[in-house]
């Protein structure tokens, strides 16, 4: 089993700082994180196929607990089914970097290229859990840009190897060594 971990903190106005743990096995992948500070302090623990394809995930903020599973018969969200999340693929947590690796991994685009995908995106603290239309543009090595199309909300992100975020310019920056 391969083991790392990576440590964000956030830009602007709210000061949190997140720890992840990313374990790569037979199995699959798991990411395990908790962002604290701020008003909305949550957790979250994920579950990938050894592709890296969302599987599983529970997520608490304050009081608040959901349980998110993708599975071949369709999205459930506290395990109720949610056809309107159809046509999604990846999660995306709000409150961390971390999710956008999902797509960046899995899409493997090159440079100049781009993809539109669709997202389970989670809002926290309300948990809310809505489909969200995404583009993920290659624009360098080691850098694309997203785009919320559905908002208009746009960054370009710097990634390491492994396609985890070290910049997301105006919410989170990676902790120097980590």
Known sequence: MRTARISWTSVGAMETVERCTVEHSEDGIRIIGEV?????????ALRLDADGRFH???ITAGDRELVIE???????VDGEERADLEGAIDLDISATPATNTLPIRRLGL???GHA???TAWVRVP???V???AQRYTRVGPRAY????????FRRTLTVDDDGFVLSYPGLFERVTGS
């Open 130 to 132: 809505r489909l969200d």
């Open 56 to 58: 599983h995930a529970a």
């Open 126 to 128: 309300e948990l809310d």
């Open 145 to 152: 840009c997203y785009e919320s199309l559905d908002d208009g």
């Open 110 to 112: 090159p440079v100049g």
């Open 36 to 44: 604290d500070g701020g008003e909305h302090p949550c957790r979250y």
């Open 70 to 76: 993708r599975t071949p018969e369709g999205w459930r």
């Open 116 to 118: 539109d995908i669709q």
